[in-house]
């Protein structure tokens, strides 16, 4: 059974970094695309950045020249650097891969999610 497991949030000041990591475990054939979506109380769930298995990104307008996704293909782990963060972007932050799993072929799978909190 194939399972994400998120891990680095918490509570940080505006202005401040944090690192969220991501791990993907089971019978994991491929790992195509890898991404990071975040909802915030009272809205919809909303992506922030992905990354191809060729390292190829996209980012959400609002964060980009401040969050940067990672991954590393060995480890099957998937990474968030959030630099200069502001209040905005405290949300529960999902990992999310698109994958290939044995015996189930091509699927997409989520995390459980992890609380990021930005005070002022």
């Known amino acids: 059974q194939v399972q994400l497991v998120e891990s680095g949030g918490g509570l940080v000041q505006a202005g401040g970094s944090l690192r969220l990591s991501c791990t993907a475990s089971?019978?994991?054939?491929?790992?195509?695309?890898m991404g990071w979506y975040r909802q915030a109380p009272g809205k919809q769930r909303e992506l922030v950045a992905t990354?191809?298995?060729?390292?190829?990104?996209n980012y959400a307008d609002s964060v980009k020249g401040r969050l940067t996704i990672s991954r590393d293909n060995a480890k099957k782990m998937v990474y968030l650097q959030m630099n200069s963060l502001k209040r905005e972007d405290t949300a529960v932050y999902y990992c999310?891969?698109?994958?290939?799993?044995?015996?189930?072929?091509?699927?997409?799978?989520w995390g459980q999610g992890t609380q990021v909190t930005v005070s002022s």
């Open positions: 999310y891969a698109d994958l290939v799993a044995l015996p189930t072929g091509r699927n997409n799978y």
């Open positions: 089971g019978s994991i054939f491929n790992i195509n695309a």
């Open positions: 990354i191809t298995d060729g390292g190829s990104t």
